[in-house]
């Protein structure tokens, strides 16, 4: 089956090459794109050593813990923004993982492959499993949204979980479901991403005399619900919005809306919050702003697209507000205390009641993992 997979892969990608060659320009992939598919700057790792592999800026943080107790690693990721933290850490090489033709090729020996939750390629594990000591999938997770189509598709995912040795998946659930799908040897090591400490690097002050509220990785649509929400003689407001390629537009946005409401809007400037509306338009400045918020509204679930970590917030007890639409954090949530999921026309009224700080519960452990991948 792995052939004829590689097989239609290939069909693929060579119907495909206008497409893709069209989205490099993008800005959100014109990094990506161009490394991932036709490996410009991109050459495989030059060291043998551990190699880990996550998506995102989310899970690329997440691993810290575990990066941060080895003298050296290599890192593969999908995204800018994930290549971006990845070059945070001081003992990692960093590439961005080319398109599954690409790894029989690419891929060279290594200690240990190591891969974040839901990154599932069968070329990666099946190539991997040839050239690397063992194969490990940590963080394992599988939600009630999503295990049907997994299910639908237990055949290929048989075939995949023949490659992976060792699973740490995050629940008894996610376990059972990952078992029913072909996985062997699964343990439950619980959610590392309630793990790692979040270090503030930039001491941020609000000097408007108001409560700060801080709107969190926000997506497209959500920035106008939350303006229309904030009582803006209780609250500043500083919004951080998930994409950087969206910067520009969100500043439109507020600049209009400030405008109409005779309020004071500013894009980030130094470390003070001294307007209605600030616009914290620079990558990494999230945790900062967190630890200086007095409330939280995370975004991501206001819309459909499952929610956002809200372990950050917890990890500094902040009152937390999100929409309702949290399938992708569900496990995530379940580790927390104290949250508040609204409707968008409830947002409003929940802000000017009094709220709980969040706290997190139930931490995961990383100790057997560490010792599952530098164990021969």
């Known amino acids: 089956m792995v052939y004829v997979y590689y097989l239609f892969c290939v069909v693929a990608y060579i119907v495909l090459i206008p497409v893709i060659i069209g989205f490099s320009f993008a800005k959100r992939h014109k990094k990506s794109f161009p490394s991932?598919?036709?490996?410009?700057?991109?050459?495989?790792?030059?060291?043998?050593?551990?190699?880990?592999?996550?998506?995102?800026?989310?899970?690329?943080?997440?691993?810290?813990?575990?990066?941060?107790?080895?003298?050296?690693?290599?890192?593969?990721?999908?995204?800018?923004?994930?290549?971006?933290?990845?070059?945070?850490?001081?003992?990692?090489?960093?590439?961005?993982?080319?398109?599954?033709?690409?790894?029989?090729?690419?891929?060279?020996?290594?200690?240990?492959?190591?891969?974040?939750?839901?990154e599932l390629w069968l070329m990666l594990f099946f190539v991997a499993k040839k050239r690397c000591s063992k194969t490990i999938l940590i963080n394992a997770r599988i939600s009630d949204k999503s295990y049907p189509k997994y299910y639908r598709f237990r055949w290929f995912y048989r075939t995949l979980f023949r490659y992976v040795d060792i699973i740490h998946a995050q629940s008894e659930k996610d376990k059972e479901r990952l078992m029913s799908l072909g996985a062997r040897n699964v343990k439950v090591s619980g959610n590392i991403k309630t793990v790692g400490e979040f270090k503030v690097t930039k001491k941020y002050i609000n000097t408007t005399n108001k409560q700060l509220i801080v709107a969190g990785s926000t997506h497209k649509k959500e920035e106008e619900i939350i303006l229309q929400s904030v009582d803006f003689n209780k609250f500043a407001l500083a919004i951080v919005p998930r994409h950087p390629e969206r910067f520009d537009e969100v500043w439109k946005l507020v600049e209009s809306f400030a405008h109409n409401n005779n309020l004071k809007a500013k894009r980030l400037d130094g470390q003070t919050v001294d307007a209605d509306i600030v616009l914290v338009d620079k990558m990494g400045e999230l945790i900062n702003f967190y630890a200086v918020a007095d409330v939280v509204v995370l975004g991501g679930a206001f819309g459909e697209f499952g929610g956002h970590n809200p372990i950050e917030v917890a990890y500094f007890n902040k009152p937390l507000i999100s929409g309702k639409n949290i399938f992708n954090q569900q496990a995530l949530f379940e580790c927390v205390d104290d949250y508040y999921l609204v409707d968008s026309n409830d947002l409003k009224s929940v802000l000017n009641k009094p709220l709980k700080a969040s706290s997190i519960k139930n931490r995961g452990s990383i100790d057997e993992i560490i010792g599952d991948i530098v164990n021969p």
């Not at 410009?40 to 880990?52: A, R």
């Not at 971006?84 to 599954?100: G, I, T």
């Open 36 to 118: 991932r598919f036709f490996l410009i700057n991109n050459p495989p790792f030059d060291k043998t050593s551990y190699w880990f592999h996550s998506c995102s800026l989310g899970e690329t943080k997440t691993l810290a813990p575990i990066i941060n107790k080895l003298e050296h690693v290599n890192i593969s990721v999908i995204t800018n923004t994930g290549y971006e933290q990845a070059k945070k850490f001081h003992n990692a090489d960093v590439r961005f993982l080319p398109f599954e033709i690409f790894l029989p090729f690419w891929v060279k020996k290594c200690k240990c492959l190591v891969v974040m939750e839901a």
